[in-house]
Every structure is written in structure tokens, then in C-alpha cells.
């Protein structure tokens, strides 16, 4: 039956499927759990050279980041487990998946499309230079009607979908990406509560190009009514400064430090993820767009949840920012 199915959702490397068998987040050992975060080092760390594969990995059983014994490109490790189920299931009418990427493999890069993720097991050499962050959560298919809506809000490069046909109705918004359509969207923005199987709340804000405005100062902040510490690339020329002119401040981190120390510069860094200030918020947010004026007028969005694990540990990897 449709409700006994799975769904596996990545962020940042963003994958989406689901099917008749059970489908979860696989943790290092390859055993389910709810949810698990990667935060891929990247190859220079305070001038001290590493290999760009090694991650810090962090789960609801662990209760800070801890140093992976795999690399990000191994099987063995919590992403190469977990993608492993799309492997042996794509190909079956049992499955829906959707692969997606604002660069993907042999195509063009033309900047209109969402700047997200998604791409198949085989990790890029060209993304061993920098920092990385992924999401994955495990929800139950009563959550993917909903996740399917905000879809049509990032725009999405597609390059590998399947929706069976006795899939549609239920995710309607998907089917019709994967055919190439363009879904009708109302608003150009939308923000919704998703529940994951064992009942971690995590709200989705999703915006599409007609909303431009930089997502953390025009909508996140405003809406959780807190001040944000935020963590995006500050490689390029056009990289907006911490913002205080609303209710709710922004501003940007500069230097991350995780355990063992590794720290590292933003400069080094092209993950996006953002934490509320004040401690008693526990705001903390993963997502796929960064604090440019470039990007302001791009499809993507956030996955924010208050869970005291995600927030304690990214709360403590902010070792410097600069304020207003």
C-alpha cells in the first residue's frame, strides 16, 4: 500500500525517492535512523593540506560531530549506503526517484535553473576542494505530496526521474517535472512543516526565481523571528555584507571550527547552513543557496528544524562572524 512506503530526501546533494520496500537514511554502520549529516572537510584547513575527501559525521544517536573512518567517495560510509538503495531499485516500477543538479554531469551550467543538488554516487574531484554539507532525512510517503509542491517552487534541473504512472496523482508537481513541464505556482515563495518517520519536525522554506531577495534576510530570519549566524561561500565578487536594516539581523560567519580542531575559512567553504544568535532559539537551518547578489534571483531554499543536536552542533562549529 502507498502509505507503508519510504521516502529519502538529501539536501544540498539532494535526492528524492521512494518505493514499495523500505527505503531509509543508512547510518555509518548501514543501519536506518532518521536522519544524518555530512559536513565534508575542505582540502586546506589553516594551511594544513588534506586529501578533500574526509567528513564529520553527525546523527539523532550521536551527540556531536565525530570524525568518519571512510571517505566521502567510499561505499562504506553513511552517504555510499544510503545511495546504494536508488541503485538496486531504479530501474523497478515499484520506485519513484528524481536526480537533480544546477551542474550536472556533461550538460552546460546556465544560472536560471535552482541552485541545488543532486548527482549519483560518484563523487567529483572537482568537489574535493572545498567544504561540503548534506542532509539526509527519512520521512513516510504522506510527507511527499508535500515535498513534491516545493519542487515547483526551486526549479530544478532534472536529469534522471522516474514516476511511475500509479505514483502521479499522489505527487503530481514531480510527475510533471519529470516530463519537462513547468508546474503553475500561485505564490513565489512557500514555506511547509514536514515530519519525519519517528516525529523530528523540520520546516521546508522553498523559493522560486520570482522571489528575488536574499532568502536569510528577506524571509528566514523574519519568519523565525531570530537573528541568524550564517555560513555560505564568500568566493565570489558579489557577496552580500551582514545585514542589520530589518527586525531580525543577519550575519555572516567567517570561520568554522569543528573537532579534532579542523577549521577552516569561508573562503574554503561552499556549504550553506545558518544558526539563530541567541542560543535560546535553536534555530538551525541546511540549504542550497548562498549569500550572493547573484543568487538572489535563484530557485532553492532551506530545511530548519529546532532539534538541540543539529543546533549544539553547528552552534559550536561558528568560530567567527562579522557583524553590522
Known sequence: MFFFFKLCVFVLSFMICFS??????????????????????????????????????????VTNWQMSTHTINSSRGALGRTLTQLYYKYKSNSSV???????????????????????????????????????????????????????????????????????????????QICDAKTPFIKTPKNLLKLVSERGQTFFSFAKSPYYVDDIYTGWVAQTLGTDLLVES???????????????????????????????????EDHSKWCVSYAFKDQWTCLGDLNRDSGQAGRGGGLICSQNPIIYKAFRQAMAGYKHC
Not at 535552482?114 to 567529483?124: A, C, L, N, S, W
Not at 539526509?136 to 530544478?156: G, M, V
Open 20 to 61: 514499495e520496500a523500505v527505503i531509509s537514511c543508512f547510518n555509518e554502520d548501514g543501519r536506518p535512523v532518521d536522519w544524518f549529516i555530512i559536513y565534508k572537510l575542505p582540502i586546506y584547513k589553516m594551511e594544513v593540506k588534506g586529501s578533500g575527501l574526509e567528513y564529520m559525521y553527525l546523527d539523532s544517536t
Open 233 to 267: 561561500w564568500m568566493h565570489q565578487g558579489h557577496q552580500l555584507p551582514s545585514n542589520c536594516s530589518l527586525s531580525h539581523h543577519v550575519m555572516n560567519i567567517v570561520s568554522v571550527c569543528l573537532p579534532g580542531p579542523q577549521m577552516f575559512s569561508s573562503y
Open 97 to 175: 526517484y528524481m536526480i537533480y543538479n544546477d551542474a550536472p554531469p556533461e550538460l552546460k551550467y546556465p544560472s536560471h535553473y535552482g541552485h541545488t543538488k543532486e548527482r549519483g554516487y560518484d563523487y567529483p574531484s572537482s568537489g574535493k576542494y572545498y567544504g561540503q554539507t548534506l542532509n539526509c532525512i527519512t520521512y513516510n510517503s504522506i510527507q511527499f505530496p508535500l515535498i513534491s509542491q516545493q519542487l515547483a517552487f526551486i526549479y530544478p534541473r532534472v536529469y534522471n526521474c522516474s514516476v511511475p504512472p500509479a505514483f502521479s496523482p499522489h505527487i503530481a508537481v514531480m510527475a
